[in-house]
């Protein structure tokens, strides 16, 4: 990363729907990395005062009107604990990829979590990430009110200067350096899977299919007979070995066997989706050399995902293009997040060109 000067803050957010990552540029040109879980808790303070709550490990973020705390939310990876330890239902901000549009609180708690990961700051530069809209799903809100409400948050935050960058397209920016910013990146999320095929650095072919983690325990739930989601959810972040989903007992080994089909299914499904797009896509490229598949995204993370994608995609027939390799992003937690502040980067190097002239 080129060295900018003379920005106050520069940020990249991967605004995804289970977590939100940043990656804020440092004076000394690091980059540091932080992440929340995208759900939360809301406690009414007449039950729980903020005093209290700065006494327990949790973590929160509190509203205040006219300095009085109204409101008490306990967000991140402690949602997900409670959660599963109290049967409870958590809220979600972001629903397929997008804000949601049944949480009534989804653009207040989003501001506080926000500001949490990057804080304020005054003429600040920020780039986050956005879906494309879904190619299956014809009930998935506009991904136009989606970005409106990011621009909102962060120009509340001080960042006067906000782009929103396709997901799957920041992933070649973070890990497609060598071939020259082509490749094919797929970002396998929470809500969505989202898609691009770069050429250079520019995006010939993006779109979204609504399956993604969530698709996955939603109906690993319903084949097992599960009530609450988030223990599917548990027991796939946890040791689950797509190659060898035994379990410690009978009951989580029926689990991980219905994750396995489920994730077979999805990544085949998506892989022919590609094919189909491809071919109504007129003016996408015609690549003859041969080009890398990328993968990230938190629903890539079990152990064996990279091997089951390769089964799957040898079983592929007439895929558009020469494949010189199928890997997993350095980070796949984080590419997306790197990739929107290389990208925040070239926006302010740009900036700062455009004044010395």
Known sequence: MRKVIKM???????????????????????????????????????????????????????????????????IGEDTFKLANSFGKTVSRPMVKGVISSTEIYSKD???????????????????????EQSVDDLNMPPVSYHVKVWDKILESLGYTNCF??????????????????????????????????????????KFAIARGGDWIDENTAKSIGIDVVTRVTRVKESDLDLLNPSGKNKRETMVKEALVNYYEDLINHILEVFKEQFQKAL??????????????????????????FTTVFKKIKDFPYS???IKMASDPMTAVA???????????????????E
């Open 338 to 356: 790197r990739g929107c502040l290389i990208y925040a980067l070239w926006k302010a190097n740009k900036k700062e060109e455009k004044k010395n």
């Open 8 to 74: 106050n803050k520069i940020a990249g957010i991967d605004c995804g729907t289970m977590n939100i990552v940043s990656a804020i540029h440092l004076p000394d040109n690091k980059v540091k990395i932080d992440m929340l879980r995208n759900m939360f808790l809301e406690l009414n303070p007449e039950d729980m005062s903020s005093n209290e709550m700065s006494q327990t490990n949790w973590d929160y973020v509190e509203q205040k009107e006219n300095g009085e705390t109204t409101k008490l939310y306990i």
């Open 109 to 131: 708690v989003l501001y506080l979590m926000t500001e949490k990961l990057i804080g304020k700051t005054k003429d600040g530069l920020c780039v986050y990430s956005i879906p």
């Open 164 to 205: 929103s960058l396709n997901e799957s397209q920041s992933i070649i920016y973070s890990e497609c350096k060598d071939s020259g910013y082509t490749g094919i990146a797929l970002s396998f999320g929470c809500g969505l899977t989202n898609c691009c095929l770069c050429y250079k650095g520019t995006p010939t072919l």
């Open 283 to 308: 003016d996408c490229l015609d690549i003859d050399d041969e080009i890398p598949i990328i993968i990230s995204g938190g629903t890539s993370k079990p152990k064996g995902f990279l091997d089951l």
């Open 323 to 325: 494949i010189s390799e």
